[in-house]
């Protein structure tokens, strides 16, 4: 059980939420944190995120990251995630407005303008498109990306009907995409935007957003043909993401980019961690 007062951070961006902690001193003990982040991460009961964020020092880049889904679970990368990280670092002074840091997915850059936060992610990988999925008696057709983490698309005609929960469960833990298992995006194209519900691996849930998602879907629908870059994502939550990339057949410069907001800054108390 960890004791005593932990200082932390809480940010939101694009409709996600998290909890950030500065450990470049290394006086926080994660091993020891990890198995209460689903506390921390429970709403109603604690501060309540979709993650938890560790800032520590890096030998490689302005700071280095670990990310920690709301589950406990540790992931290689999270878009929103990473420009509220981006900005916090900047605030505190720990990096410029133009800064990189250095995640399980590779090395990140990101540039700081305020409340707006543009992320480079890695290169997209590992992209088929119409894999025929069989969920009960049904066929579903499904594209798939990693974008740093992988993410199951599927095209929706109307996203208020889709069961995000339900279907995204069953393709979250499909065989087709073990031992990892995936994130699950629904999608509609409107004129020239996009918009996303997605069930997210280690929420166990739909979130109101999902940066790397958002990535996904534009991707896929730019290859589909039925969009181009830039790409306006519009998540559940209503706050619109933008999408920049290069190329078609093989993508590069992959960047997100939205606003970012510092909501409070706190203290855990021994409570919080029960």
Known sequence: ?????????????????????????????????????????????SVGADGLIILE??????????FFNADGSEAEMCGNGGRCAARLAHILGMAPADLSFETAAGLI?????????????PPPSDMRLGIALPIGEEEISVDFVNTGVPHAVIFAPDLQEVDVVGVGRQIRHHQAFQPAGTNV???????????????????????????????AVA?????????????????????????YYEGSNKIKEVFL????????HGWLEEDALL
């Open 185 to 215: 995006d629904f999608m509609r194209v409107e004129n020239s935007s996009v918009e996303i519900r997605t069930y997210e691996r280690g929420v166990e849930d739909e979130t109101l957003a999902c940066g790397t998602g958002a990535v």
């Open 257 to 264: 980019e939205g606003e970012v907001r510092m909501i409070y």
């Open 109 to 121: 850059r990101a540039q700081v303008k305020g409340r707006v936060v543009k992320l480079l992610l």
């Open 219 to 243: 991707l896929i629908a730019g290859l589909r043909g039925l969009t181009t870059s830039p790409t306006t994502v519009i998540p559940r939550s209503g706050e619109p993401l933008t999408i």
């Open 57 to 66: 020092d890096s030998q490689k880049a302005h700071f280095r990251w670990r």
């Open 1 to 45: 059980m960890m004791k005593g007062h932990i200082e932390f951070y809480k940010m939101t961006g694009g409709g996600n939420d998290f909890i950030l902690i500065d450990n470049r001193e290394g006086q926080l003990d994660v091993d020891a944190l990890r198995p209460v982040i689903p506390q921390l991460c429970r709403r109603k009961f």
